[in-house]
């Protein structure tokens, strides 16, 4: 069976049977199935899965967003770490692909830092080395890139020696950074 890469789900609920409405939800996950609304949602091979509740007064409004793997054209999940769109001939990620999964990393990192904690030492070592891999694509910045690196150190070497005041002056200088690059080129 295809599946759309991303699926979305509604449904309109009196505010005062939302409660049950989200319990029958749950059993029915908890189960290996989701049924929402009286439709059965096929949760095979799905790589995320969003619920958001909108109070709307007497009714709320309730979304279910639903990404799914890729499959080929046999329907059968592509494993991650395969040629991809997101890659290059070269085999380097395309400089789009890496900018957008660093995003996801960044804000990680910094609410991390904001809330007083280290980041997770697997995604801020993934962070660190996307940043170099970023600074080797030509004409993305190229005058910015030995500062960059040099605050990527910086960074790193916080981590290393779990030092938080020093990760945060380091993620500031890479914000700072960041900030004045994507004012130029973005």
Same mark, same amino acid.
Not at 140 to 163: C, P, S, V
């Given at each position: 069976?295809?599946? !759309? ?14 409660? @049950? ?9 908890? !189960?290996?199935? =989701? ?7 096929? =949760? ?13 007064? @007497?009714?709320? =409004? ?33 400089? /789009?692909?890496? /900018? ?42 190229? @005058?910015?890139?030995? !500062? ?28 700072? =950074? ?9």
């Amino acid at each position: 069976m295809y599946l !759309a890469p991303k699926q979305k789900y509604e449904a309109l609920v009196k505010t005062t049977e939302l409660g @049950e409405f989200l319990a029958n939800v749950a059993e029915t996950v908890k !189960a290996g199935k =989701l049924i929402f609304n009286e439709q059965d949602v096929p =949760l095979e091979g799905f790589s995320s899965l969003k619920m958001s509740v909108k109070n709307m007064g @007497e009714s709320s =409004l309730v979304k279910i967003k639903l990404k799914y793997q890729k499959t080929d054209d046999d329907g059968v999940f592509v494993q991650e770490g395969g040629t991809t769109e997101a890659t290059s001939s070269s085999g380097r990620p395309k400089y /789009k692909s890496l /900018k957008k999964k660093m995003k996801n990393e960044w804000k990680t990192i910094r609410l991390s830092l904001q809330n007083g904690q280290l980041p997770n030492p697997a995604i801020a070592s993934v962070f660190i080395e996307e940043s170099r891999l970023m600074t080797t694509y030509p004409g993305k910045g190229d @005058e910015y890139y030995t !500062a960059f690196n040099t605050a990527t150190d910086a960074f790193e070497k916080a981590i290393n020696e779990n030092d938080l005041e020093a990760a945060r002056i380091a993620m500031s200088e890479l914000g700072r =950074l960041k900030r004045e690059c994507h004012d130029r080129y973005a």
